[in-house]
């Protein structure tokens, strides 16, 4: 199996790099480590050189297939380098990216090292200056044994990281042989490049992980007139009482079928769908109608009226009456953020109930604008799907900055989706990202706000009191081994279930905010 998806990896890299990535004349520049007496890598290529043949195609392509992705396998450096990187890729051009991360053969291999890239904008020649990759991020992955995990797609990989329209880029890999889990950190500039361009450093590459290639996410453009959300959803407690109602959907198939689609919600964009978008769209079929942008907000009766008519029949006639359940908010869903639904799995898995929520930070940089939202999480799914080997995007729920709130994998928001989140607690859960690094940044009060309500919805669905704690059993991790019982927060962080820094401290300190604001929301 291990030579076999070597030499898929090798057959892809392969392709990958027989494509056109520059003009004779760049890729020729691009081929020489020339840096500058300044430390500045030498100009390769200006981008306005490129073909019209080559822009069109490029268009052209982007009309059938949102997206692409560039692979190129890192190669040790050979020249000296002051900053003591042993593996990377010299100052090339590429084809226009926005997203990159470093990806291995083996999800069970670490990186112990540094991994720090710098990009040229697309749009104004200039090369940022150093950036930190977050190299530990295979702990957001699905439980050990699972299937997902054994399907020997999976691969090890860096987080994510957004760096906008660009044309170039350069990598250098430092090994931290003995390094242990990061301190919290966001991964920004490190300081201008000091013009150093590597060492043999045989030893060193030899402990890092195999078949290490740098990957470039296109995330494609979104389809004509597509929305990224509505406005800003508005908080609105619940004002009901009542016992905790006992709900346990144990959905195990795709589909949905419930009730009426609310009112008010988005009308759907019209034209072809493929049957994989008529699907991912059908499981909210109970919420919205087919092909819906967006899941509108309900009030709190509204919410509690949809809870009835969900789950009626598992709810007694005082349950049905004053549930505890937060008012539905405003959900982009997956047709709204423009998801190619060919690079996901067909199937949809579910667990039996929902019992806890983690929160994550996607460890991605804060460098975005909120309307740029659905094209990273367009290159998160891609990066997930296709350079990470999962069936779907990790996340149930994805969150940006400005509080808008997006559907993550498929299979529908009521539903009790199986992520690929916390590795060891998947099941039974549901997995809440942040859009941004939270580690010396503190999160926006929209995104905390936006956290709570999803939670007091999503938890209320599924009769889980917020500021209480449950019982999960571990899946297998670096904190809790395989079968383990473990009293967990029922809005718990990413750390709280896994050896890791994430959601990154900043974000961590807010969920006793978000617990006691999604507890008054539910009206409790």
Known sequence: MRGILASSIGVTCAAALALPLAPPAAASAASVSSVSSAGTPAPVADVATRTVGTAGA??????????????????????????????????????????????????????????????????????????????????????PDSSEAASGKARGATAPLWVGESDGVEVRV???????????????????????????GAGEVSTLPAGMRLDLVDPGEAEPGESAGGAE??????????????????????????????????????GVMTAAAKAASAANSALVPLGATQIPSLTAEETREELVALR????????????YIGPRPSIVTRRGWGADESLREKSFVYTSKVKAAFVHHTASGNSYSCSQAPSLIRGFYRYHTKSLGWRDIGYNFLVDKCGRIYEGRAGGVAKPVKGAHTM???????????????????????????????????LGLHGMNPKKKTSLTSGGGNLYAKGK????????????????????????????????????????
């Open 233 to 270: 959803p508005q908080a609105e407690p619940g004002e009901s009482e009542g016992p905790e109602p006992q709900a346990e959907p144990g959905e195990s198939a795709e589909g949905a079928e419930g009730a009426e689609p609310a009112e008010g919600a988005e009308v759907p964009r019209t």
């Open 58 to 143: 490029r268009a052209g392509a982007r009309a059938e297939v949102p997206g692409s992705t560039q692979s190129l396998p890192l190669r040790p450096l050979t020249r000296e380098r002051a900053s003591g990187a042993v593996l990377g890729l010299t100052p090339r051009t590429v084809r226009t990216f926005s997203l990159l991360g470093v990806v291995w053969d083996d999800p069970s291999v670490d990186l112990h090292g540094r991994v720090q890239v710098r990009t040229r904008a697309a749009s104004t020649g200039d090369w940022t200056d150093w950036q930190d990759v977050e190299t530990h991020y295979t702990q957001h992955g699905a439980d």
């Open 485 to 524: 019982k473990v009293k967990m927060k029922v809005i718990s962080g990413h750390r709280d279930g896994f050896n890791t820094s994430c959601p990154g401290g900043k974000l961590h300190k807010k969920l006793g905010s978000v617990r006691s604001k999604a507890a008054g929301y539910q009206g409790r």
């Open 174 to 200: 430092l090994p931290e042989p003995d390094a242990g889990e990061p301190e919290d950190v966001d991964p920004v500039g490190t300081g201008s490049d000091e013009g150093a361009s590597g060492g043999e």
């Open 424 to 458: 060891g607690f998947n099941s039974k859960t549901t997995g809440i990202a942040v859009i941004g690094s939270y580690g010396s940044k503190k999160p926006s009060s929209k995104a905390v706000k936006a956290v709570a309500r999803l939670t007091a919805w999503k």
């Open 312 to 323: 009626g029949t598992g709810l007694t006639e005082q349950q049905q009456a004053k549930p």
